[in-house]
């Protein structure tokens, strides 16, 4: 069955700093993979996908992921982090039936120290 | 363009009472479902549609139910409410799966459900 993992509960980085959040898969076949960003009070916001092609994917407000095959991983990065980057990030793996279902880890809690 | 909208934002009920969760959205999307949020839990799929007249069961469908008369809007119904559905609960829609790809599901702002 589809799912993801995100290890860690929250992370804390001070602002200026890269801020990684980690997010390792569980598919059969090749993974459709999503981020969501969440802000407080607030619905999910699409952040980034991997279909396939390059292993380094680009997405909004400056945030980028890495796609690992050998890792099974699918790693949220940011260069320099914001304090307003603080907020719940999740994971998704979309199931693989068509019918665009997705499977979402339990979320990340990123706060940026000023 | 809207986008998703829910209503109503916050609902209290009493243990045993219904209610219906609304869910609209105006970009004529096909795909929508509905997650509910718990702390710790991520999000969980409670049910889904792959379009008009077409529903199915998520990973948590017991005491929810759905509809899907129009492409626009899909209800969830709380049959009898427990403690045990307090949460926050999320609707999401996505783009036709007819045109290919594989698109992202845009979501509504949620709506807060205590059940007391």
């Known amino acids: 069955a589809q799912s993801v993992a995100q290890p860690e509960d929250q992370v804390n980085v001070a602002e200026g700093n890269p801020l990684t959040v980690k997010c390792t898969y569980s598919v059969s076949g090749n993974p459709y993979l999503f981020w969501y960003v969440q802000y407080p009070n607030r619905g999910l916001q699409f952040l980034l996908k991997y279909i396939t092609g390059d292993n380094l994917v680009k997405g909004s407000y400056g945030f980028e992921a890495e796609f690992n095959k050998s890792q099974t991983s699918f790693h949220l990065k940011k260069p320099s982090a914001l304090v307003s980057d603080s907020a719940l990030y999740f994971c998704?793996?979309?199931?693989?039936?068509?019918?665009?279902?997705?499977?979402f880890g339990k979320g990340n809690q990123v706060v940026v120290i000023p | 363009n809207a986008g998703v909208t829910q209503t109503p934002k916050f609902q209290v009920l009493k243990t045993g009472q219904s209610m219906t969760l609304q869910c609209a959205q105006d970009m004529n999307h096909e795909y929508m479902s509905w997650y509910r949020q718990d702390p710790g839990m991520g999000l969980r799929l409670i049910h889904y549609s792959v379009g008009a007249g077409i529903t199915d069961q998520g990973e948590v469908p017991n005491g929810y139910n759905v509809s899907r008369s129009t492409t626009e809007d899909f209800p969830l119904r709380l049959l009898s409410a427990a403690p045990s559905q307090t949460s926050v609960y999320f609707c999401?829609?996505?783009?036709?799966?007819?045109?290919?790809?594989?698109?992202?599901?845009?979501f509504g702002p949620g709506t807060r459900l205590t059940v007391l």
């Open positions: 999401a829609s996505s783009p036709p799966l007819w045109t290919g790809g594989v698109n992202e599901q845009f």
């Open positions: 998704a793996v979309r199931f693989r039936e068509g019918n665009n279902r997705l499977a």
